[in-house]
């Protein structure tokens, strides 16, 4: 099977992919920026019971600025972040960590897990989509959203594309509603109608749905991890 993965080479999906005999071909469609923010007034975590990362841009920041979490209540988004940021907050005290596969999920463990009277600040980028601030909301939960990177399309990811034979993929891995966004036009005609899309959650497979009309088959991956693009993979 020939695969196209819409994301920077990660060793990780290139060994287990390759390991069972999928050719995998890696190519990054967005570029993300870290922001230098100041932490007064309401920017400052300190004034929150607890903070919300919803990917490893937002652990980076974290860990860049050096933010004191002791005593904080950490709600995370994915598996891979979660490792990220409990790793930082190992050196803090009386830190409560919680993470999920999903930010629907998450949602619903901030609101089984922690007092409603919780002040939550979420670190987001300004592709952010409103799952987590909705859901809060509607529950009465306070949260202070503060976009601290910037998700745009790589200048160069077209012109990559078009150097590609698109045709010869049986399934291309979106990771994300701003992949789709930036490279689901592009790819529509060029696709081979046996091509399944997969898609790294629900959010991401909505976008593929309503870029492409439902004309191909569209794959949900269980977990955001390898092996649940693997599963997904070796399932077709």
């Known amino acids: ?121 979420f670190y987001c980028g300004n592709k952010a989509l409103d799952v987590l601030p909705r859901t809060l909301s509607e529950h009465g939960v306070r949260l202070k959203q503060l976009v601290v990177y910037t998700v745009e399309k790589r200048p160069e990811s077209e012109k990559d594309l078009s150097l590609l034979d698109i045709g010869v993929f049986e399934a291309v891995v979106f990771f994300s509603p701003s992949g789709v966004d930036y490279t689901g036009e592009f790819l529509r005609d060029k696709l081979s109608d046996r091509c399944v899309l997969v898609a790294f959650g629900k959010s991401t497979a909505a976008a593929l749905s309503q870029c492409f009309s439902n004309v191909f088959v569209i794959r949900i991956c269980e977990h955001p991890t390898p092996s649940g693009v693997l599963d997904v993979l070796m399932s077709l």
């Open 1 to 121: 099977m020939k695969c196209l993965l819409l994301h920077d080479p990660d060793p990780r999906y290139d060994n287990v992919l390759s390991d069972n005999n999928i050719q995998i071909t890696n190519l990054p469609v967005l570029q993300t920026t870290v922001l230098n923010l100041d932490h007064s007034s309401d920017n400052s975590p300190a004034k929150h019971d607890g903070i919300i990362i919803s990917s490893k841009h937002g652990a980076k920041f974290l860990i860049k600025n050096k933010i004191d979490i002791s005593g904080k209540s950490l709600a995370i988004v994915g598996p891979a972040t979660a490792k990220i940021v409990r790793k930082y907050a190992d050196q803090f005290d009386d830190v409560t960590l919680v993470w999920e596969d999903n930010a629907s999920l998450l949602s619903q463990t901030i609101l089984s897990s922690f007092p409603r009277s919780h002040s939550w600040i």
